[in-house]
């Protein structure tokens, strides 16, 4: 069976290099532009690239695969490369960019998505990081039949995960990474003797998984504790939950609900294990942080490089 795949990110990466490991034909891959990034704003390619050149495979990054949009060009260019390679199937994994129907109808046997949510549950761009900032004690890996819906294909495989307690993004983002990879190899094995089925989605429990945007990483303290405290595992590795003391800001990356009350970001008290910051609800005790510049420190390590007393004040957000 010829796949293409399409992909940007480790997520990704990782579904590709189960694909050529279980000896699929990938003639072509398609992944975001080079991107600046890093102190010197060097041009990086991604993940898929990387693992790609690194395999002699052929390699389009197209701004756009709209024929009539504003990169007409890129997209001719994809649809001749396309056609050249005659794939069997696309594989999909958080490519970046909207697939227009010429791509979807291409490939016999379609497009095939593998999306990290149980749909129709956290569709959209950020599942992963929705459903732990939302509570959610489980989640998992759909393997989906693409359409021109934003992730509203029928269902071809599904396998649920817990979500720990302690789970932040960028552990269950490995862990579904891991997931994925392993079920689109037997989706393609199973639809290359004809045994794939399709399921349509539930039409009740649909939810949207908004992009992560960077102005979401500053901490409300007037929220309950146990919101603050899924929001800094929901933003590990990225964009961090971030507040601001004595002028200088700080990411905050671990931290536990405790008893304790006061006015919302006023500092209850300080000990090796964390400091307390008065909540909405609750109080918070942060357990590992970091400074500007810095490492991200346990507790005490970090109070070594910057003492705090209790009575401080986080500054509130901007009204």
């Known amino acids: 069976m010829k796949v293409v795949f399409a992909g940007t990110p480790e997520f990704a990466q990782v579904a590709l290099a189960q694909l050529l490991a279980a000896g699929f034909r990938v ?3 398609l992944t975001q532009p080079d991107r600046p990034a890093g102190r010197g704003l060097k041009m990086n390619a ?3 690239k990387t693992l790609a050149v690194e395999h002699d495979i052929g390699v389009a990054q197209p701004r ?5 949009g504003k990169f007409p060009d890129d997209a001719a260019q994809v649809r001749s490369a396309l056609e050249a390679a005659h794939p069997d199937v696309m594989v999909v994994a958080a490519y970046g960019l909207i697939l227009p129907r010429w791509v979807l109808d291409l490939p016999r046997l379609g497009c095939i998505n593998i999306h990290g949510s149980l749909l129709p549950r956290w569709r959209g761009a950020a599942p992963i990081h929705r459903a732990i900032e939302a509570g959610d004690t ?3 890996i759909t393997i989906m039949q693409m359409d021109a819906g934003l992730d509203t294909g029928d269902m071809l495989l599904v396998e ?3 979500i720990a307690v302690d789970e932040s993004t960028a552990t269950l983002h490995d862990r579904l990474a891991a997931l994925g990879g392993r079920l689109i190899v037997e989706a393609l094995e199973l639809a290359a003797c004809g045994g794939l089925h399709r399921t349509p989605q539930p039409v009740q429990g649909v939810s949207y998984a908004h992009k992560i945007d960077k102005s979401e990483a500053a901490i409300d303290w007037c929220q309950p504790a146990d919101v603050i405290e899924r929001r800094l595992r929901a933003f590990d590795p990225f964009p961090g939950a971030s507040a ?3 002028g200088a800001t700080l990411k905050c990356w671990r931290a536990r609900p405790v008893a304790g009350h006061g006015t919302p970001g006023t500092v209850l008290g300080v000990s090796a294990d964390g400091i307390t910051v008065a909540c909405g609800q609750g109080a918070l005790q942060l357990t590992e942080l970091q400074r500007a510049g810095g490492k991200r420190l346990a507790a005490q390590a970090f109070l070594q490089g910057m003492p705090i007393a209790a009575g401080a004040v986080f500054e509130p ?3």
Do not use: K, M, Y
């Open 138 to 140: 489980r989640t998992g």
């Open 27 to 29: 003639p072509l891959v």
């Open 244 to 246: 601001v003391l004595g």
């Open 64 to 68: 756009s695969l709209r024929l009539d």
């Open 160 to 162: 649920p995960v817990a």
């Open 46 to 48: 991604s993940p898929v």
């Open 317 to 319: 957000l901007p009204s």
